[in-house]
């Protein structure tokens, strides 16, 4: 049952897609079977998971280092979960800002499912090869749907993206050409057992990584992302912060905890958490000074993707908890928010934070939504964003690193303070306009759509004994002991 | 001694129109050296034994990127009044850092292959020693079809979502320049075309069949067959759409959904997903491929939702 699930949970969407460029008359039904079927298709690989830990399957037949394997662990189902959720509940706001028989549906619904596809079948590739063609393909995928729309701000950040992705994407390709070289095989397991440790795979392992934090974003390699996320249509900045750029957080991870699991590198991992403490503090004092809600929500991307980085550092059982459960609730709450912003921006024309006055009357249902999940953001109690951030200041105070303590704490703080300057001009601002009729409303789905998504970052601080145990039972080896 | 002189001619060469491609002041002479680079390069492929290489560097690498590389200053000059668009005059401050980074980079992997030594159960080997078993001769194809479908399957749907993506632009931008030339009817033309058409679709159906023993494959007949298509283009032959025909849509999927219908096949009776089915499996991919990677590239090229025949007489 497995292999079946999981053969369609790649394939599904992409034969979806290809139904809409075939015959776009059956556009909106092969949306929803593109879509819909998917978390049931989910339930056999999770009580695989739950019942065995790991699932491996050789496609083709063929055992690496012949063939290409896919591993099936509780991280790279969470990742599964997460990107399968997400994207339903944004693909729900999305089917009424593109609705899928309409023009701009067909443009952007084959690739939204493309996009989904290949994240799918990223996080469950264990072949560095494959995962090059997977990131490629996601890569592709986002640039298309960022400027699906064709406005010059989003064509111009498009480009900028494109360009850096593909520095990326060479530089990760010649790390693996280089582990290749030394190894004979692809397969990141494998890889670890048979690699001996040199100057050489260091080398490979630091193009690979210097590659992967440019697509994802990691300060001071950011720049590429606050344009694009914050000039791209609602639904994909939604999946972009959410999830497109921590996949590639995600092989980091991979790469480092498994392949290289036994490499002493203490200095690259100062190195990567220092990086993700000057992305928390950058990327929050530049939320502080922007001007458009948007704009915002994209630069605290660019600070809460450095909390991820600090599980190097930080190495240990409950560091790796705590990043992992970042990545999840941080990719609701995100999600969330920019599907709020976008139905502000779709009712009231702009996003510029001095029009919002007073708008928590008007729409109180995406007001809501944004502030649910800036309460995670925050890290607040009880939600998502607080556990994570717990078990991170835990984490710190287990090891004695009170300077990672400070640093959690206080990008906490400035997460507040970011929010709150939103939240304060939209509820609490003299000029409020009272009793005007907004010109155009968003379709209350639409609005639902981003509601559900922030009471998810919220419940996820409540439900996160299942999801805590699941990460422990697919902790890296070696930091189980730890 | 003769080879060691050439190889030498050939990097020194490669160098050299790298530079002039990136450091002229005009945009024209730097696409020239580009396709030019794109030759050498497949020289160089060929030079180390990799003819599969080669010929993919040479169709696509050469030939149709700098079709689309003219086609793109074609419309600059179109806009700019007539002025030939000029690269940046002024050189980055970060050039010559990146230059010398790369320049070490360069040096690294190079010394990281001298040191490396074949290593014990390398993949390749093992791809040598199982070829026979599927009665194929070409380990390229073996690579990419049998061993590691799954990569070819996602670089098709690249290709798809490039053009995809490719589309969602078309109409923001003035797309009434056309790739075709000005004055097409010169009463050469068509006597060329009736004799490159059919030769080009010729070559490329027996890369394609070639492709399972020797050197060839979907890729290389795919860029050869696309030429033809671009010729046709240029030529006026057939002209753009804006929405694609029922034909031209089966050619841009037909990869893709082929691949993935006979990859999910062996679920049904129990066998590996992608395991592919017998020799007329690996056949029928592969021209789907070709065709879907043909039609992709003149898509591309024309700027263009879908085809039609021009008929002109």
Redesign the interface.
């Known amino acids: 049952m497995t ?2 699930a999981l ?1 369609l949970i790649v ?1 599904l969407p ?2 979806a897609a ?1 139904v809409i ?2 015959a776009p008359g059956l556009s909106a039904l092969s949306v929803r079977l593109g879509l819909i079927p998917l978390p049931l298709l989910l339930l056999a690989p999770t009580l695989e998971v739950l019942d065995q830990g790991t699932y491996r ?6 055992n ?5 394997e896919w591993a099936l662990d509780p991280l790279s189902l969470l990742m599964l979960w997460l990107n399968t959720g997400i994207t339903i509940l944004v693909s729900l706001h999305a089917s009424y800002g593109f609705p899928p028989a309409s023009e701009a549906g067909r ?2 619904w ?2 939204w499912l ?1 996009l989904f596809a ?1 994240m799918n ?1 990223l996080v469950l590739s264990a072949d560095l ?2 995962l090059y ?2 990131l ?2 996601v890569t ?2 986002a ?2 749907l960022i ?2 729309e ?1 406005k010059p701000l989003a ?1 111009r950040a498009g480009m900028r993206y494109l360009l850096l992705a593909l520095l990326a994407s060479l530089l990760y390709l ?1 790390g693996v ?2 582990l ?7 397969d990141l397991y494998l890889i670890a057992e ?1 690699i001996e440790i040199s100057w ?1 795979p260091v ?2 392992l630091s ?1 690979m990584i210097v590659g992967l934090l440019i697509k994802s974003a990691i300060f001071p390699l950011h720049a590429w992302l606050p344009a694009a996320h914050g000039n791209a249509p609602g639904p994909v900045s939604a999946i972009l912060s959410a999830v497109v750029v921590k996949v590639s957080v995600y092989m980091i991870w991979r790469l480092w905890f498994w392949t290289a699991a036994d490499w002493d590198l203490e200095a690259v991992a100062l190195l990567l958490g220092l990086l993700g403490g000057a992305a928390i503090l950058y990327g929050s004092l530049a939320a502080l000074v922007q001007v458009r809600l948007k704009m915002i929500i994209a630069y605290s991307t660019v600070a809460q993707l450095g909390y991820l980085l600090l599980v190097f550092p930080l190495a240990g059982n409950l560091a790796f908890k705590a990043a992992v459960y970042q990545m999840l609730s941080h990719g609701l709450a995100k999600a969330a928010m920019f599907l709020a912003a976008a139905n502000i921006l779709h009712a009231i024309g702009t996003d510029r934070l001095r029009r919002l006055a007073g708008i928590d009357q008007r729409m109180p249902l995406d007001v809501f939504a944004l502030a649910l999940a800036g309460v995670s953001i925050m890290g607040l109690p009880p939600s998502g964003g607080f556990l994570a951030k717990w078990l991170f200041l835990e984490a710190a105070w287990e090891q004695q690193a009170w300077g990672w303590l400070v640093l959690v704490a206080f990008g906490g703080l400035l997460a507040a303070a970011y929010l709150f300057r939103v939240l304060a001009v939209v509820c609490l601002h003299p000029r409020r306009r009272l009793g005007q009729r907004s010109r155009r409303r968003s379709p209350t789905p639409a609005s639902w759509a981003a509601l559900l998504l922030a009471i998810g970052a919220i419940l996820a601080g409540f439900f996160s004994a299942p999801v805590l145990d699941l990460i422990t039972a697919g902790l890296p080896p070696g930091l189980g002991s730890r | 001694m003769m080879a060691l002189l050439l190889d030498g001619l050939i990097v020194l060469a490669l160098v050299s129109l790298a530079v002039q491609a990136i450091s002229g002041r005009s945009l024209f002479r730097g696409i020239i050296h580009f396709v030019v680079f794109g030759l050498t390069m497949a020289l160089a492929w060929a030079r180390i034994g990799a003819p599969d290489l080669a010929m993919a560097e040479a169709a696509i690498g050469a030939g149709l990127t700098g079709a689309l590389m003219m086609v793109a200053y074609r419309r600059l000059v179109a806009q700019g009044d007539n002025h030939s668009p000029r690269a940046p005059a002024q050189k980055s401050r970060l050039a010559i850092p990146i230059a010398v980074g790369s320049g070490l ?1 360069v040096g ?2 190079g010394l ?2 001298l ?2 030594d ?10 040598l020693e ?1 070829l026979p078993e599927y009665g194929l001769g070409n380990a390229i194809t073996g690579v990419l079809l ?6 070819t399957l ?2 098709i ?2 290709l ?3 053009l ?2 490719a ?3 078309a ?2 931008g003035d797309s009434s320049a056309t790739a075709r030339t000005q004055h097409p009817e010169t009463p050469l033309v068509g006597a060329l075309l009736a004799v490159v058409i059919p030769l080009t679709i010729l070559v490329a159906v027996h890369l394609l069949r070639a492709g399972t023993h020797e050197t060839g494959g979907a890729f290389q007949a795919g860029a050869v067959l696309a030429a033809a298509g671009v010729l046709l283009v240029l030529s006026g032959r057939v002209s753009r759409t804006d929405t694609a025909g029922p034909l031209v ?2 050619g ?2 037909a990869g ?2 082929a691949f ?2 006979i ?2 096949m062996p ?1 049904l009776y129990g ?6 089915p017998g020799m007329w499996s690996i056949y029928l991919i592969e021209t789907a491929m070709m065709v879907s990677i043909a039609a992709a590239l003149i898509l591309l090229f024309a700027d263009a939702g879908g085809l039609k025949r021009d008929r002109r007489g």
């Open positions: 292999a079946e053969s394939f992409l034969l290809c460029v075939a399957m050789a496609l083709a037949g063929h690496s280092p012949l063939g290409i443009r952007f084959p690739l493309i290949s079948a090869f494959n063609v997977t490629e393909l592709l995928a640039i298309g400027t699906v064709g064509l010649l050409g280089l290749y070289g030394q190894t004979g095989t692809l048979r050489l080398t490979a193009l | 980079l690294v992997i990281g292959a040191l490396a074949n290593p014990p159960g390398e993949a390749g080997l093992i791809v199982t049998l061993f590691r479908g799954l990569d996602l670089e749907a690249v798809l979502t490039a995809l993506a589309r969602a632009l109409g923001t849509r089966l841009i999927l893709l959904s993935i219908l990859g999910l679920l066998e590996a997903l992608l395991t592919l």
